[in-house]
């Protein structure tokens, strides 16, 4: 398995911008599909975005499409995530995760066997 650490969370105001980052030991990060989830209080883990091992193909929940934007740099072991537009909803525990294989239809938990510790983004109103 792959170890995960994530960072690049924070306090910011609506409508700005942040950049998560999650880096990854081992290698082989570079046949991994890396996703994004989220928690927020009292709620289920979420998924947010993900991107496959090749990194040609992503996937984003609808909730932040047109505003997050997934990207990996596999020669770094590190994926990335754009978070701009931000809106206090988005307020959350972001966690990375690493996956074999994906099912068909949207990433679940269950297909990630790797987790990072997560990283706090609050969004203030």
């Known amino acids: 398995q792959v170890q995960l650490v994530e960072s690049g969370g924070g306090l910011v105001q609506a409508g700005g911008s942040l950049r998560l980052s999650c880096a990854a030991s081992g290698r082989t990060f570079s046949s991994y599909h890396m996703g994004w989830f989220r928690q927020a209080p009292e709620k289920e883990r979420e998924f947010v975005a993900v991107?496959?091992?090749?990194?040609?193909?992503?996937d984003y929940a609808d909730s932040v499409k047109g505003r997050f934007t997934i990207s990996r740099d596999n020669a770094k072991n590190t994926v990335y995530l754009q978070m701009n537009s931000l809106k206090p909803e988005d307020t959350a525990v972001y966690y990375c995760?690493?996956?074999?294989?994906?099912?068909?239809?949207?990433?679940?938990?269950?297909?990630?066997?790797?987790w990072g510790q997560g990283t706090q983004v609050t969004v203030s109103s």
């Open positions: 991107i496959r091992w090749s990194g040609g193909s992503t």
């Open positions: 995760a690493a996956a074999h294989f994906l099912r068909v239809g949207v990433p679940r938990l269950s297909d990630f066997a790797s």
